[in-house]
């Protein structure tokens, strides 16, 4: 089992759709980080929370530390939000990141 | 802004060569990290290095070395390519900061393949 679970690893939306992308672990973690990865290969940090929630422009991610668990919103969804969506944490214990699998996101016009 | 510049985005090389894949940045970082992406699979740490002329083995170091001269630059080394390793490699860098979890700084990957 992997220790960062994502869900879905697919995602289709129309635009202006809300969208919820989630991430599960099962290790101790100092931080929690979502990246997203436009085709082409660059990717780029989007949040690095460890607690509550942070919000940027449409995209909120929050974090429940007792349950393991964080969740990446989108709020009125657009074609140029269509990326690979990527949750990974810091380990507490080595301090390096492990990576979940991805979310890939298309959103149509 | 952090730039973290790979020397290729896309490499074609054969089975049996020796490749090399180079990675640079601005910032003055101590940690630098090279990582591997398969599909369904993620990124997969395969070395890392915390100062020059340090290198610590990732989670599949198998078949590749690093080399870490100077501070800004971080080489991955494909001692004898082979077609189980054409994939896409990112590389990515980090300031050593106070405690864990700082974010890191990625290039934009170059996409390998063996043939």
């Known amino acids: 089992k992997n220790e960062v679970e994502q869900s879905p690893q697919n995602l289709t939306a129309q635009e202006g759709e809300f969208i919820t992308i989630n991430c599960s672990y099962s290790?101790?973690?100092?931080?929690l980080h979502w990246l997203q990865q436009h085709p082409g290969g660059g990717i780029v940090s989007l949040f690095m929370?460890?607690?509550g929630k942070k919000k940027h422009g449409r995209l909120i991610a929050t974090i429940n530390i007792q349950e393991k668990h964080s969740s990446l919103h989108i709020t009125a969804s657009h074609p140029r939000d269509s990326a690979v969506y990527i949750c990974a944490v810091s380990s507490s214990d080595t301090d390096k990141l492990i990576f979940g699998t991805g979310t890939r996101l298309q959103v149509f016009p | 802004d952090v730039k973290v510049t790979q020397s290729s985005r896309y490499l074609v090389k054969r089975t049996g060569e020796k490749v090399f894949l180079e990675c640079v940045q601005d910032?003055?970082?101590?940690?630098m990290f090279w990582y591997r992406q398969d599909p369904g699979l993620g990124l997969r740490l395969i070395y890392f290095?915390?100062?020059?002329?340090?290198?610590e083995k990732g989670d599949i170091p198998e078949g590749y070395s690093v080399s870490r001269e100077k501070k800004e630059r971080f080489s991955l080394i494909l001692e004898s390519a082979s077609t189980n390793q054409t994939s896409m490699y990112l590389c990515a860098s980090r300031s050593r900061g106070e405690g864990a979890g700082q974010p890191q700084h990625f290039g934009d990957g170059t996409r390998l393949s063996i043939l």
């Open positions: 910032m003055d970082h101590e940690n």
């Open positions: 290790v101790g973690i100092s931080a």
């Open positions: 929370l460890s607690s």
């Open positions: 290095s915390y100062d020059v002329k340090m290198k």
